[in-house]
């Protein structure tokens, strides 16, 4: 009778053990994949981390360089005679002085071996095409240097300077490297002198655009690009606010608030350069404004930004506890009462950082000012929203394309200059909503 009974119930636990089984099975299994999934996803940001960092290593290896810049120490013989003749010191006539002829007499006095035309022009070769510029200016802020002899610290050419950083190897046969074998002697023995150093090349801060590397600068393009912004924060800002005021708090929900609602994320999602086409028919085109302007890329940049503000005040207007709303009203607040005083100052800090993200995706747009004339060669630093100019970006472009050397260093620490300034917004932004925002 026991035998039967115990049968019975071995039979009975089959079932289960076989289900347990299944159970087991399927959980190895989940727990497998799980697995495979967390080891994917470690491997996806590893993989993006690395990539990152060689892009950073890669940037930062090609332009910390830039950020240096080789001096020549030259004697200088200001002669009269060849600056101001009639000892007027007209402001005009010190302007017009030959000053490439002072240096090209004081190399070929350090060098007085140097006699036959390639020689010479190869000798000259050793300072900057700009160098005269800095012999002016020395006598524009102090004319009585006329007639003396001073030692002056000139840039050196852009091939020299490659030279002096190591970016050139000199071991390489002449026929292979743009510095000759004369021109290193000629600095070997400037070297030996103590006359070639390196110095912080506070030019690429300082000065505008030029057709020569040693002289390029960042100025420009950063003015520019700060014009934009102004225009474009002074635009976007309350149109965007506005805008995002009616359609969360007073537009009435019909089908044409919600295809306003659907075009405004579309239009986050549009290509940029299509703003760009827009804005050259129909701000340059139709209203004539002034081609590669600070105040026609403003306006272009407002047009691509606004659906991003638009989106990031909404979304901060939700945010707002009902009950704020409710309060306001219960105690005998207009609706605009409201609006005002209660739920945007509670709304601004999320509204701030949609804009400063927005204000930082057009300081990083090349695109749509391509397109509307920003990429013209612009020496003068603009001093307003009409004044010709090109912004960071597109100053990067044009110098990617320059088939110089030295130009590669300067791309790579314009991007670095960039990266910067987009840190720094994206920073401030999450300092804001941090600082700002609050926990309902």
Same mark, same amino acid.
């Given at each position: 009778?026991?035998?039967?009974?115990?049968?019975?119930?071995?039979?009975?636990?089959?079932?289960?053990?076989?289900?347990?089984?299944?159970?087991?099975?399927?959980?190895?299994?989940?727990?497998?994949?799980?697995?495979?999934?967390?080891?994917?996803?470690?491997?996806?940001?590893?993989?993006?981390?690395?990539?990152?960092?060689?892009?950073?290593?890669?940037?930062?290896?090609?332009?910390?360089?830039?950020?240096?810049?080789?001096?020549?120490?030259?004697?200088?013989?200001?002669?009269?005679?060849?600056?101001?003749?009639?000892?007027?010191?007209?402001?005009?006539?010190?302007?017009?002085?030959?000053?490439?002829?002072?240096?090209?007499?004081?190399?070929?006095?350090?060098?007085?071996?140097?006699?036959?035309?390639?020689?010479?022009?190869?000798?000259?070769?050793?300072?900057?095409?700009?160098?005269?510029?800095?012999?002016?200016?020395?006598?524009?802020?102090?004319?009585?240097?006329?007639?003396?002899?001073?030692?002056?610290?000139?840039?050196?050419?852009?091939?020299?300077?490659?030279?002096?950083?190591?970016?050139?190897?000199?071991?390489?046969?002449?026929?292979?490297?743009?510095?000759?074998?004369?021109?290193?002697?000629?600095?070997?023995?400037?070297?030996?002198?103590?006359?070639?150093?390196?110095?912080?090349?506070?030019?690429?801060?300082?000065?505008?655009?030029?057709?020569?590397?040693?002289?390029?600068?960042?100025?420009?393009?950063?003015?520019?690009?700060?014009?934009?912004?102004?225009?474009?924060?002074?635009?976007?800002?309350?149109?965007?606010?506005?805008?995002?005021?009616?359609?969360?708090?007073?537009?009435?929900?019909?089908?044409?608030?919600?295809?306003?609602?659907?075009?405004?994320?579309?239009?986050?999602?549009?290509?940029?350069?299509?703003?760009?086409?827009?804005?050259?028919?129909?701000?340059?085109?139709?209203?004539?404004?002034?081609?590669?302007?600070?105040? #026609?890329?403003? @306006?272009?940049?407002?047009? /691509?930004?606004?659906? %991003? !503000? +638009?989106?990031?005040?909404? =979304?901060?207007?939700? $945010?707002?506890?009902?009950?704020?709303?409710?309060?306001?009203?219960?105690?005998?607040?207009?609706?605009?009462?409201?609006?005002?005083?209660? #739920?945007?100052? @509670?709304?601004?800090?999320? /509204?701030?950082?949609? %804009? !400063? +993200?927005?204000?930082?995706? =057009?300081?990083?747009? $090349?695109?749509?000012?391509?397109?509307?004339?920003?990429?013209?060669?612009?020496?003068?630093?603009?001093?307003?929203?009409?004044?010709?100019?090109?912004?960071?970006?597109?100053?990067?472009?044009?110098?990617?394309?320059?088939?110089?050397?030295?130009?590669?260093?300067?791309?790579?620490?314009?991007?670095?200059?960039?990266?910067?300034?987009?840190?720094?917004?994206?920073?401030?932004?999450?300092?804001?909503?941090?600082?700002?925002?609050?926990?309902?």
């Amino acid at each position: 009778m026991s035998r039967h009974t115990d049968a019975q119930a071995g039979k009975a636990l089959e079932p289960r053990k076989r289900t347990l089984d299944i159970v087991h099975a399927g959980l190895k299994r989940r727990q497998a994949r799980e697995k495979r999934f967390r080891f994917y996803g470690m491997l996806a940001i590893f993989s993006g981390v690395t990539f990152l960092t060689l892009l950073f290593v890669s940037i930062v290896s090609n332009g910390y360089s830039a950020f240096a810049q080789t001096y020549i120490k030259l004697d200088i013989d200001f002669d009269a005679a060849e600056i101001d003749p009639e000892g007027t010191r007209d402001p005009q006539t010190l302007r017009r002085a030959n000053y490439g002829g002072l240096l090209k007499q004081s190399l070929r006095a350090s060098f007085p071996e140097v006699d036959d035309r390639r020689s010479k022009r190869a000798l000259y070769r050793l300072v900057s095409n700009g160098a005269d510029l800095t012999l002016r200016q020395m006598v524009l802020d102090d004319p009585d240097i006329i007639g003396t002899q001073r030692s002056v610290w000139v840039p050196a050419d852009d091939e020299i300077d490659m030279f002096v950083k190591g970016h050139i190897d000199r071991d390489l046969p002449e026929a292979d490297r743009r510095v000759k074998d004369n021109q290193i002697a000629w600095l070997d023995q400037l070297r030996d002198a103590d006359r070639v150093e390196k110095r912080f090349n506070t030019t690429f801060f300082t000065a505008g655009d030029s057709r020569d590397p040693e002289m390029a600068g960042i100025r420009g393009a950063v003015m520019g690009s700060l014009l934009t912004l102004i225009v474009t924060l002074l635009l976007s800002f309350p149109i965007g606010v506005a805008a995002a005021v009616y359609l969360e708090e007073f537009a009435p929900r019909n089908r044409w608030t919600d295809l306003i609602e659907v075009n405004i994320n579309n239009l986050a999602a549009v290509p940029s350069i299509v703003f760009g086409l827009l804005g050259l028919a129909v701000f340059i085109n139709f209203f004539g404004l002034p081609r590669s302007a600070p105040l #026609v890329g403003g @306006l272009v940049l407002t047009l /691509m930004t606004l659906p %991003t !503000i +638009i989106i990031a005040s909404r =979304a901060a207007l939700k $945010s707002v506890p009902p009950s704020i709303r409710e309060a306001a009203l219960g105690i005998g607040a207009s609706p605009m009462q409201t609006i005002f005083y209660h #739920v945007l100052p @509670l709304a601004m800090p999320g /509204m701030l950082t949609g %804009t !400063i +993200i927005g204000m930082a995706q =057009a300081l990083g747009e $090349s695109a749509p000012l391509l397109m509307i004339g920003m990429v013209a060669f612009i020496v003068d630093v603009p001093t307003g929203v009409f004044d010709p100019a090109t912004v960071l970006p597109v100053q990067i472009f044009l110098w990617a394309d320059s088939p110089e050397r030295a130009f590669v260093e300067r791309t790579s620490a314009a991007i670095m200059v960039l990266l910067g300034f987009l840190v720094l917004m994206n920073a401030l932004a999450v300092v804001l909503r941090r600082r700002f925002e609050r926990r309902w």
